[in-house]
């Protein structure tokens, strides 16, 4: 068939792609304002990284590229809100992640060449659902501890009162509970309740301020308890309005190669980070086979699984350049594709754009990094707990036997190593003895990446007593790793209307998202 014409950018296709941008916002910016890290240039690079895909996937695949849950928990112990944003600390612990993600995207290379030649059965033989479903439980658990201890307990200083943290928090998390619970499956509210709990988080917060027992907001300043005035100064500044002012402190990081320390923050930083590719890596086939279901279409033949997963390595790579956190495919813009029915990529590469454009807005940024602390550990509550939910749906979805001696002992202890180091680190982190971590001289082993490579030699040396029957390789086959909240909703929608449709594709679409005649 001849390739339709390309038609200019038209009203309905501003509107899809303003929505899948906010579709993405809400998690995209949780990423770097848990890990104390750039707003500005993380959406940046969630756009950047989006278009290199677009272009890597020959303008075929309709995925958006955001910030990764995955590789939080080793963002957090590297830089850590302790550390103070564009100082000496912080530009080393950047500098680290850096060069990190550079090496984690070079894994994606790797597997996309080993695709590319010898198929993508061989690979996941080496990173089953008992390897992966562990390692994604352990993520949500240890970074649930910290949502408490970073963002709602610890976060309340002898100026705020408790109540008003809690009460935040609770008012966050339970408008995200109402949101997934009572809004219409179908419905784009579905698609952004972390950017609803956030709005209605931050109007709490705001209100609240106002009452005695100290302010949630930097900009309401309350003097002996009760108060006093705005100071939008301790927000926003005039030479923070566009990125171009204040380039030279985005890119400041790069001065931390030059630290005495750099060298053992890196081994440290490399060690926590580059195992958690396996996990985007399978989170990735997920989505990818998920996005295909939704499209009608096949696109780990066409353009081809190595295409796809080459575009995620070489954006999570730029975007370490770049000072952001790693990307990975979003099950967000998948549900928006299933609820508008429109799969043009071309929307998703727009409203990449906008992603860019937004973040070179510096003020827009500052405005997010005055979201309070409360507001986003109870937005934490609920995301890790999905997190943690997501790992166990793996195991249930691929049918994993519990009576197969090797699953049983691959995946509990994955989990006991994994859950029972975490929580002696966190024991580390409050105290402050490093007699509870694991330690190479002043390098720390972090717990999920010692889990991570446990449980695959574990797959590896134990043999299998039992092999797995035809229904359960399928169930394997078609189980989904995702670490964003929305795919349960998405696949609940697929299933439905391939039933509706009597098990038949949806349209194949051209580029324009028209249908082939």
Not at 191 to 197: E, Y
Not at 213 to 223: A, R
Not at 386 to 415: C, E
Request: include cysteine; proline fraction near 4%.
């Amino acid at each position: 068939m001849e390739k339709s014409r390309q038609l200019p950018l038209t009203a309905k296709d501003a509107a899809l792609s303003f929505q899948h941008m906010f579709a993405m916002l809400g998690a995209t910016i949780t990423v770097p304002l848990l890990a104390n890290m750039s707003i500005a240039m993380a959406l940046i690079a969630a756009g950047i990284g989006t278009i290199i895909f677009y272009f890597i996937a020959q303008k075929k695949v309709p995925v958006f590229l955001g910030s990764s849950f995955a590789f939080l928990p080793a963002l957090i112990a590297v830089v850590g809100k302790e550390k103070n944003i564009y100082s000496a600390e912080w530009q080393e612990a950047v500098a680290a992640v850096a060069v990190s993600l550079v090496l984690a995207g070079l894994v994606y290379v790797i597997f996309a060449i080993v695709i590319k030649y010898v198929g993508v059965q061989k690979i996941k033989k080496l990173f089953p659902a008992i390897v992966v479903g562990p390692v994604v439980l352990i993520i949500g658990m240890i970074l649930a501890p910290k949502a408490f201890q970073s963002n709602i307990i610890g976060a309340a200083g002898d100026s705020i009162a408790l109540w008003k943290e809690w009460t935040t928090a609770i008012v966050t998390a339970l408008t995200m509970v109402l949101v997934n619970a009572y809004a219409k499956p179908k419905s784009f509210l579905k698609v952004i309740p972390i950017l609803l709990g956030f709005g209605v988080g931050y109007v709490y917060a705001f209100c609240i301020s106002f009452a005695p027992g100290g302010s949630l907001l930097k900009y309401i300043i309350q003097e002996n308890g009760v108060f006093s005035h705005f100071d939008f100064s301790q927000a926003f500044s005039v030479s923070r309005i566009v990125i171009f002012q204040h380039l030279g402190e985005e890119f400041s990081f790069y001065k931390g190669f030059a630290s005495s320390t750099f060298g053992t923050t890196l081994v440290s930083a490399i060690l926590m980070i580059v195992p958690l590719s396996i996990v985007t890596f399978m989170e990735h086939l997920g989505d990818i086979n998920a996005n295909s279901t939704v499209c009608g279409k096949d696109f780990m033949v066409d353009p081809g699984l190595h295409r796809t997963v080459m575009g995620d390595g070489i954006a999570t790579a730029v975007s370490g350049l770049l000072g952001g956190p790693a990307n990975t495919t979003y099950g967000e813009n998948t549900a928006v594709l299933a609820i508008t029915k429109n799969y043009n990529p071309r929307n998703i590469f727009f409203a990449a754009i906008l992603a860019v454009i937004f973040g070179m807005f510096t003020v827009f940024a500052d405005f997010l990094a005055t979201i309070p602390s409360a507001v986003i550990g109870g937005a934490s509550i609920i995301l890790y707990g999905m997190i943690s939910a997501s790992g166990l749906r793996t195991l249930v979805d691929s049918k994993v036997d519990f009576n197969n001696t090797k699953n049983l002992i691959v995946v509990s202890v994955t989990l006991a190593i994994g859950l029972g180091m975490g929580a002696m680190s966190l024991v580390g982190d409050v105290t402050g003895n490093t007699a509870y971590k694991v330690m190479i001289g002043d390098v720390e082993i972090s717990p999920l990446a010692i889990a991570t490579v446990v449980a695959i030699l574990l797959n590896l040396v134990i043999p299998n007593t039992k092999e797995p029957s035809k229904e359960e390789e399928e169930a394997a086959d078609k189980a989904i790793t995702s670490l964003t909240p929305s795919t349960a909703d998405i696949e609940e929608e697929i299933d439905a209307d391939a039933e509706a449709e009597n098990g038949e594709a949806a349209p194949a679409q051209d580029a324009d998202g028209a249908e082939e005649k």
